[in-house]
């Protein structure tokens, strides 16, 4: 069983920033993948971002490219760095895991509980 915990949501300003924070605890293999998703209010659930464990591959939404970034640390914790956040933005951020992990919600096998990010205009 994997366990997965987001923190560090938060209201801010358009234009400024936030990290996120996913602690994964239980089984984690070098083959998971790790990711982002996120779900606005009357919205689906949509891909954000994503990462192999070892952080060789990264991939990421057509709407957060060149604003967000997907990184690890050796502590079984993956962040998501949110710069020029717009209010478009806005939505409860989920971290996920998964042995696939590509895009399609299918494809992730653990999921966090999520963390609210609310972007002001």
């Known amino acids: 069983q994997v366990q997965l915990l987001e923190s560090g949501g938060g209201l801010v300003q358009a234009g400024g920033s936030l990290r996120l924070s996913c602690a994964a605890s239980?089984?984690?293999?070098?083959?998971?993948?790790m990711g982002w998703f996120r779900q606005a209010p009357g919205k689906e659930r949509e891909f954000v971002s994503a990462?192999?464990?070892?952080?060789?591959?990264t991939d990421y939404a057509d709407s957060v490219k060149g604003r967000f970034t997907i990184s690890r640390d050796t502590k079984n914790t993956v962040y998501l760095q949110m710069n020029s956040l717009k209010p478009e933005d806005t939505a409860v951020y989920y971290c996920?895991?998964?042995?696939?992990?590509?895009?399609?919600?299918?494809?992730?096998?653990?999921w966090g509980q999520g963390t609210q990010v609310t972007v002001s205009s």
């Open positions: 996920a895991a998964g042995q696939l992990g590509g895009q399609p919600m299918r494809t992730w096998d653990y």
């Open positions: 239980g089984r984690t293999f070098s083959r998971y993948r």
């Open positions: 990462m192999n464990w070892s952080g060789a591959r």
